[in-house]
């Protein structure tokens, strides 16, 4: 049986127009294939652990193709499809697994984060974080954020129609509820640096056992919300009620939303690899990366 690669890769998302293939557009799936074609010396179909949007960005993004250059080790594969590629897209990690794998269809939870920017104009992070002018109330963006666990309907957060009843684009299946593991917000420095009172950043982190389009950024958008004392916590939890986008929030910009990791089999969600236990509570966190 021939054995299957996990890629783990990473990307800047603002030069492609999302992760899948898209006919006549750049796509993170599109030039990841084409590297590892090249390498081949045949056509080679990749998997993508998540859909991400496009300017929406990666670390932790997970691809899983056949094994099409068996002898070689997975450091120099790795390398050698690097070669192939232009810098705003890698593959971090190469693994080489026996057993069946898909990157989707095996992925038990999602990991992403969502990073805002309040004060000054930051040009060195004007395609990494949501840039606002006015500060966020941390405390009541992390009381809403507590509403988001266990089985949740995230239709009043479901973008592309999937959030409207009895719509053409409604899903099937379990439809609009995920299992949220964990949902959080706290303070955190920017690695830039900053001048005092120039401004603070702040990040969202949100773990479930899938999403739905454009979820995570609709999410942001209501804790930013919350955060202008424009809605009460309590927001979040009507919103789960409503379950209808037509009533939900604004839509957060794309830029701010990093993929963070992709669990499978016995990984656990949490608590955050740093160590901190976050579930609706405010963490400080001294740097970021």
Partial sequence: MTATLKLTIAYDGTGFWGSQRQRGKRSVQEEL??????????????????????????????ASCPDFRPGMSTE?????????????????????????????????????????????????????VWQRR?????????AGAAALHGPVDLASFAGNGKGVANGAEAPAGRGTVRIVHHCSVRDV???????????SGLEIRIVADGFLPQ?????????????????????????IELADRRQGPQTAPPH????????YGNEVPGPDPNGEQTTGEVVIRRAIG
């Fill in 256 to 263: 701010g939303l990093v993929l963070w990791r992709v669990g």
């Fill in 215 to 239: 979820a995570v950024r609709a999410i942001a958008g209501a804790l930013a919300e919350i955060g202008q004392g424009r809605r009460s916590p309590a927001w979040m939890r009507e919103l």
């Fill in 134 to 142: 006015q500060p966020l109330d941390v405390a009541a963006m992390a």
């Fill in 189 to 199: 420095e920017p690695w830039w640096g900053m001048a005092p009172g120039a401004g």
């Fill in 76 to 128: 120099r594969l790795a390398l050698a499809v690097n070669a192939h590629l232009k810098d705003d897209l890698s593959v971090v990690r190469c693994e080489r697994i026996a057993e069946p794998f898909h990157a989707r269809f095996d992925a038990v939870w999602r990991e992403y984060r969502y990073r805002i920017w309040c004060g000054v104009p930051q040009p060195l992070s004007r395609d990494r």
């Fill in 33 to 62: 294939e084409r590297a590892c074609s090249s390498l081949a010396g045949g056509e080679i179909h990749l998997a993508l652990a998540g859909r991400t949007d496009r300017g929406v960005h990666a670390v932790g993004q997970v």
